[in-house]
């Protein structure tokens, strides 16, 4: 390859990774060394090397050949893009070679891609043709762009954040620190290693010469939970929708585990679960961290120390080592106005740091631009305190009902109740929506809450009922499945009930 593609990332052959000392455990038992884990990511090294740095498109999971191509591939100076096998996304990304998942491949024959000649055993790899368009061949990927996410409101479309080798090396070490992971400690794959908060998790632990639990199941699932006590893991992350349908039987199975510390971001977490897990671990000999992150800081920005708990209740902590974390002011570009019933010191968050991505991608001409962003605009609101972050709403989710601007990320925290889930949407002509999938009389109550606190009439704040709330694929609530149930314009009557009690979350 050429010199371009210098810039790496070896995960599976630095220094802190003994060769002897375990860094995979597989369902069934086995066991993957480093040593191992190296021999094999080298196999998939011989079919992905390339006369030029290229765009390796990972379609798959938390499965064993996606790690050993995702690892091989950085080792190689590649891009990896963790994006969809689509027609779309490979049209505007033409990726030189594509891992499908488990149960694909065999219709990208179809699209230009073909199996590449004596693969590793259990590895299914393609390479791309050689008709295509002379401008994509044409077209140099930076030396320093590693990595392609989606974002999170961006899932099935070709929109990814661009990050790089420095940047995931950089939040990787910054997780080890804030968190003290040792060789010791094993993570279980209990988040997709598709989205940054699972994917930090792997690089987190890789490392540190840690090792992971892999696992495609669902963390809540019992399957899982064997797998992980006797794989001896060590913590367990998880976003909000996990935690707050962990139940008795959670508790029991984590008795028998030999977790010690449970990470909780993705999405904000209800003060009451919080301080219920926090006590939890503190029964157990553990600890419970809540943390903050955006896939373009390549992950967490900021972490809770445990022992803040429950006097910093509510903060996602402060910023990890090597990021700085400041409240932007009214005006600020890219930022809204704060509302009208904003917090002392409220305002845009900003995070500098290492890992701030370099910038967006809806194509393969985007790859090769450079670094576009220093100062990340999270498009969160929130207030210092002592330097400990305090996370209010984003700055998309403000409205106005009749003249008072107000976030309803601030009304769902008002009518909060871990055991009747709801969500707080925006509508037109002055009215704010609750949705819910509880019992209705509780919801009822929830919606006169809300409209007093408003201090509008009562018909400015409507309930719709759905069977469940929709969630994106990294566990927030789906507002933008939401908004079906609340755009009534043009809809015949009782057709927006129908909707409302028949919407699912998008696959």
Sequence with gaps: MTAMTLARLDLVTHDAAAPHSPAVHLIGGNTLSYGE???????????????????????????LPTLMAYSAALRLGHTVAFLPATAAVLA????????????????????????????????????????VPFDVLDNDIDPSTALLLSTSGSTGSPKAVRLSYTGIAANSDAIVAALGITAAERAPTTLPITHAYGLSVLNSHLRAGASIVLSDRSPLSLA???????????????????????????????????????????????????LRLAELMRRHGGRFVPMYGQTEATSRIACLDPDQLPDRVGSVGRAVPGGTITIGTVGTIGS?????????????????????????????????????????????????????????????RIVKVLGVRTSLDDLERMVERPDHPAAVVGGTDDVVYLVGSGDPDVHEQQRRRLAEALGVPSRHVVFRHVDRLPQTAGGKVDYQALAAVTDTR??????????????????
């Design 490 to 507: 043009g809809r015949p009557e009782g057709e927006a009930d129908e909707l409302a009690a028949t919407v699912r979350p998008r696959a």
């Design 224 to 274: 899982m939970w064997d797998h992980l006590i006797r794989a001896g893991a060590t913590s367990f992350a998880a976003v909000p929708t996990t935690y707050a349908a962990f139940g008795p039987s959670h508790v029991k199975l984590l008795a028998r585990s030999a977790i010690r510390t449970m990470t909780q971001s993705g999405a904000r977490l209800g003060d009451e679960v919080t």
């Design 336 to 396: 809204q106005a704060p509302h009208d019933r904003a917090l002392p010191g409220e305002g845009p968050v900003h995070y500098r740091g290492p890992g701030v991505m370099l910038g967006y991608a809806r194509g393969r001409a985007d790859l090769g631009r450079g670094a576009e962003v220093d100062l990340l605009d999270t498009g969160d609101l929130g207030y210092l305190r002592e330097g400990y972050l305090y996370l209010t709403g984003r700055t998309k």
């Design 37 to 63: 884990l190296a021999g094999l990511v080298g196999g998939v090294e011989r079919v992905l090397r390339h006369d030029r740095k290229a765009l390796v498109l990972c379609a798959g999971n938390r499965d």
């Design 92 to 131: 505007a990304y033409q990726p030189e070679f594509v891992v499908p998942g488990p149960d694909g491949g065999a219709e990208l024959t179809e699209m230009g891609y073909h199996p590449v000649p004596d693969p590793p055993t259990g590895t299914v790899i393609l390479r791309r043709g050689a008709t």
